[in-house]
């Protein structure tokens, strides 16, 4: 099914490119027919989809037993001891990036070592969950992987009925494509424990390097998300850069001056079309500008104009706007001052590999420490228009 998905992947592109050749060049018999492809195409991909991701989700859901995560635990730990690199598989990796709690795919209490705490404390809070709301996907074996969607749709056209008989119609308003390319880029992460760590038994060893790997693959993943590769030449995009195939915009953009009464409605409304209020949506932000929000008074400087209840792990929750509820979500990536605000589905995360893990004693020799090093290929963007309304404070407003 994965085969037959990148295939179908790489024909619709070539029948869209075209199809917009067809539909410049005033060919439009060629272009329907182009069109007719991608339909079919698109309805045979979500099927694929659908039943890739209903698989995922009953293997996703399934736990391995007690003694199978032991004895691959004991394994991979005795691979780690002996100075040999380990690979988590995507389907561990989804499951960790959908666990905000701790990253762990180990259950059970680890046995820390005699003598030498193997944490490194003041770097544990929670990590943005931002990770449990996007779409991902496993993109193993490709280069890139381009998504289509529509800008804008056909327009319709009137005419009177009599005084138009037998007259040629005016033709209606041709539809807008655009494409979001995803492609990967190389993520290497880097943790460090105790070297008494090492005295733990091999299942438990390997609990705790695991367990710190993943918290700074997500930890990288949801700045990723955000933010983008920051490359001088951008190859993988976050909300505030995402761009398609020829170099537009994805998302829209404004900018205000301060937060005030005004700001949670300018990003409410200014979201989804004239003919809708978006649904499914969040409010990226950073710990400061929650706290300016909830700072906010009324005529009455004891009565909040915000109400914030804090939910889950602490870094998501509901704002209360009068009789609207706008949840959000910490996002410590983003620059203070930068909102973001749509569906977090419109944003596709591809991992295009598995997860490689290794330790290496040198780095930090001196400190008796060693460091968990982790090689992986994430790519994403936003694969939908206007997926997301990014609002920028203006640089003037200090």
Do not use: W
């Amino acid at each position: 099914m994965k085969r037959r998905l990148i295939a179908l992947a790489t024909d619709r592109t070539a029948a869209l490119n075209a199809a917009q050749a067809a539909l410049e060049a005033g060919n439009q018999t060629e272009y329907q027919s182009q069109m007719e492809k991608v339909a079919n195409m698109n309805a045979e991909i979500e099927c694929i989809q659908n039943l890739i991701a209903e698989q995922e989700r009953q293997i996703l859901s399934v736990q391995p037993s007690a003694a199978e995560v032991r004895d691959m635990a004991a394994e991979r730990g005795t691979q780690l001891l002996n100075r040999q690199s380990v690979r988590i598989s995507n389907m561990e990796i989804l499951r960790a990036l959908r666990n905000s709690t701790n990253g762990v795919l180990l259950g059970g209490t680890l046995v820390q070592p005699t003598g030498a705490d193997s944490e490194i404390h003041g770097d544990s809070g929670a990590i943005s969950s931002i990770l449990d709301m996007v779409q991902v996907e496993d993109l193993t074996g490709l280069s890139s992987y381009e998504v289509p969607y529509v800008v804008s749709e056909f327009d319709g056209t009137l005419a009177n009925i009599a005084s138009n008989s037998g007259a040629q119609r005016s033709t209606s308003t041709d539809p807008v494509f655009g494409v979001a390319q995803i492609s990967p880029v190389e993520i290497t992460t880097t943790s460090f424990v105790d070297r008494n760590i090492a005295k733990l038994s091999p299942a438990n060893y390997y609990a705790k390097v695991q367990q710190m790997a993943l918290r700074a693959l997500r930890r990288k993943a949801a700045a990723l998300i955000v933010n983008g590769d920051g490359l001088g030449t951008t190859v993988t995009y976050g909300i505030k850069t995402a761009a398609n195939k020829a170099g537009s915009a994805i998302c829209a953009t404004d900018t205000y001056s301060s937060i005030d009464v005004d700001t949670l409605d300018d990003l409410y409304f200014a979201y989804g079309a004239d003919s809708e209020l978006g649904g499914q949506t969040a409010l990226l932000l950073t710990k400061a500008d929650l706290k300016a929000i909830g700072k906010l008074r009324g005529t009455n400087e004891k009565q909040r104009l915000f109400t914030i209840t804090p939910t889950g792990n602490g870094n998501t929750g509901m704002i209360a706007d009068g009789g609207v509820q706008i949840p959000y979500v910490l996002a410590p990536a983003l620059s203070s001052g930068d909102l973001i605000y749509g569906n977090p589905m419109h944003y596709l995360l591809g991992l295009f590999g598995d997860y490689e893990i290794r330790i290496d004693e040198s780095v930090k020799s001196i400190e008796r420490m060693h460091a968990i090093l982790g090689d992986v290929s994430l790519g994403g963007n936003v694969i939908e228009h206007h997926g997301f309304v990014v609002y920028n404070k203006s640089v003037s407003a200090g």
